[in-house]
């Protein structure tokens, strides 16, 4: 019976708190055993007075709340990305949010611990035990602001610590302060002067490190809080995008109303169900008879195309002969016509072959006639020199003379008449 009792006073223990105490005693374990820090400035502003000793506890529970506030962080910004929800459809009915949340709750431990896990359970089960979404958006509206002041109150440590780390400065100060100024007379004070000036100097050490721990408390509340509230934001974007305005709005006092005319409707649906299988069936007979005269139909089209085919296949046939018969017929034709122009052609080789030696003949008849015009010009020379010799000799009279009389004389024995020539 005595076992339970430990376990739940170490679960009303705060986590902070004992990871704070732990972290407190390590690190005054490294600074106060560890050699190498006995004159560090780290050693010299937190060991010499109590009141250091505790600004540093505190620090170190605000320093350690901090951690389990940022490993919290990632986890919340994973579940974001996670489907819970299907896509929205119009106006869904309201049974559907106990399925949406039976689907929530089979997620793992961790998401449904994270702020959206819990921001969609608190909504869907407010859905499912009231039976009804009206003033669901007011129910998302407090939801919101409930998850605001839970975050507030989630930096309790931190602002605690902000808060009294400089009263527990100011507090050093003055207790420096008094023990370097209390039980001394001005004489005395003058003769120990260099003890007064030492003992104020660590009094100035404990403000600087409760200051130095106040700001670093006050900028992880600014990251953590900023952070904190983007998530949040997200959060009720999604929640106000895939919730609000998703079920249908049913009133509480015409739900009974609602399931009369859902009975009614329900049956009025089943007549008309029945009446439409009586009229498929009715249509589907109908349907079968169509289809059996429209196949017959397409069996006699198809017979009629078959004959039409073997007619044309036949006329092509006969179309084929006759058009062969004519190609036969044209180049036989073209045989005949070609054998001719063969004739045609050998007897014009023939001629070419007897014009070539005409032109031979001719040629050689041109070449003689050019050996015998050398033979005229040189005659004609000689009877140019044989005139021209006359001419000298004036004797081209009695020339002309002979040679009439010669010409007459070869006419006349040959019988020939010059004048009836002539004529």
């Not at 739940?8 to 690190?27: E, H, K, N, Q």
């Not at 490294?30 to 009141?51: C, I, K, N, S, W």
């Not at 100035?204 to 983007?230: D, H, I, K, Q, Y």
């Not at 010799?389 to 009389?405: G, I, M």
Request: charged residues 20%.
């Amino acid at each position: 019976m005595s076992s339970p009792r430990p376990a739940s006073m170490f679960r009303t223990i705060d986590p902070s708190l004992l990871w704070g105490t732990i972290g407190t005693a390590v690190f005054y374990a490294v600074v106060l055993l560890v050699p190498g820090m006995q004159d560090t400035l780290l050693h010299r502003y937190t060991t010499e007075h109590f009141v250091e000793y505790v600004i540093v506890a505190v620090f170190a529970w605000g320093l350690a709340d901090v951690a389990l506030k940022l490993k919290s962080f990632p986890g919340d910004r994973m579940a974001l990305r996670q489907n819970w929800l299907p896509p929205r459809q119009g106006r869904e009915p309201l049974s559907n949010a106990a399925a949406m949340l039976e689907r929530i709750r089979k997620q793992p431990r961790w998401v449904l611990e994270t702020k959206i896990g819990r921001r969609l359970i608190s909504a869907l089960s407010y859905l499912t035990e009231r039976g009804s979404s009206e003033e669901f958006d007011k129910h998302l509206e407090y939801l919101a602001e409930q998850e605001e002041d839970q975050t507030h109150g989630n930096y309790s440590v931190i602002r605690f610590v902000m808060g009294v780390s400089p009263v527990l400065g100011f507090l050093g100060t003055v207790l420096h302060f008094g023990s370097a100024l209390s039980g001394n007379s001005l004489d005395e004070l003058a003769d120990r002067l260099p003890q007064v000036v030492s003992e104020m100097g660590s009094a100035f050490n404990t403000t600087t490190v409760a200051l130095a721990s106040a700001m670093a408390m006050t900028f992880a509340l600014f990251a953590c809080e900023r952070f904190e509230r983007g998530t949040m934001r997200a959060v009720d974007r999604y929640v106000g995008r895939e919730l609000l305005n998703r079920f249908e709005v049913k009133d509480p006092a015409v739900v009974p109303f609602i399931g009369t005319l859902e009975a009614a409707h329900g049956e009025a649906l089943s007549a008309i169900e029945r009446n439409i299988q009586a009229q498929v069936g009715i249509w589907s007979s109908a349907l079968d008879s169509v289809f059996e005269r429209f196949e017959q139909r397409q069996l006699e089209e198809i017979h009629s195309w078959q004959e039409a085919l073997k007619l044309l296949e036949q006329r092509h046939a006969v179309h084929d002969q006759q058009l062969e018969s004519r190609i036969n017929q044209s180049l036989a034709l073209v045989d005949s016509k070609h054998a001719q122009h063969l004739h045609q052609i050998q007897g014009m080789l023939e001629r070419g072959l007897a014009l070539r030696e005409d032109i031979g003949a001719l040629t050689k008849a041109i070449e003689g006639l050019g050996h015998g015009e050398g033979l005229l010009v040189e005659q004609q020379r000689l009877l140019s020199d044989n005139l021209r010799l006359l001419n000298e000799s004036h004797q081209l009279e009695d020339a002309l003379h002979s040679v009439t009389a010669a010409m007459h004389m070869m006419t006349a024995r040959h019988g020939l008449n010059p004048k009836r020539d002539a004529a």
